[in-house]
């Protein structure tokens, strides 16, 4: 892990997982580019219509004020879970239902 990830992992552990986890969620850095840092919202936020807010005042907030010369900005990069696809598999091969 580079030193930018590092450092940015570091906030995420001190200042946000531990909000995001009172609420069943937490935060995955998918990757970091050009001062932007591409963010995966895991557990309760996944999802959650509040992940842009929540991405927005918290965890790119965090990022920024931790570290203003690094981070510029952090997005909600979706995905689709492993979980989910496995059970959309399932509602496709069980074509009773």
Same mark, same amino acid.
């Given at each position: 892990?580079?030193?930018?990830?590092?450092?940015?992992?570091?906030?995420?552990?001190?200042? $946000?997982?531990? #909000?995001?986890?009172?609420? @069943?969620?937490?935060?995955?850095?998918?990757?970091? +580019?050009?001062? &932007?840092?591409? $963010?995966?919202? #895991?557990?309760?936020?996944? @999802?959650?219509?509040?992940?842009?807010?929540?991405? +927005?005042?918290? &965890?790119?907030?965090?990022?920024?004020?931790?570290?203003?010369?690094?981070?510029?900005?952090?997005?909600?990069?979706?995905?689709?879970?492993?979980?989910?696809?496995?059970?959309?598999?399932?509602?496709?091969?069980?074509?009773?239902?």
């Amino acid at each position: 892990m580079n030193d930018a990830l590092k450092q940015i992992e570091t906030v995420l552990d001190e200042r $946000v997982r531990p #909000l995001l986890r009172t609420h @069943g969620g937490d935060v995955q850095v998918d990757h970091f +580019e050009d001062g &932007v840092v591409y $963010v995966k919202m #895991l557990g309760q936020c996944a @999802g959650c219509p509040s992940a842009d807010l929540t991405n +927005e005042t918290i &965890v790119e907030a965090e990022l920024v004020k931790a570290l203003p010369d690094l981070v510029k900005k952090a997005v909600i990069f979706q995905t689709v879970s492993d979980e989910l696809w496995e059970q959309a598999k399932r509602l496709l091969r069980d074509h009773h239902l």
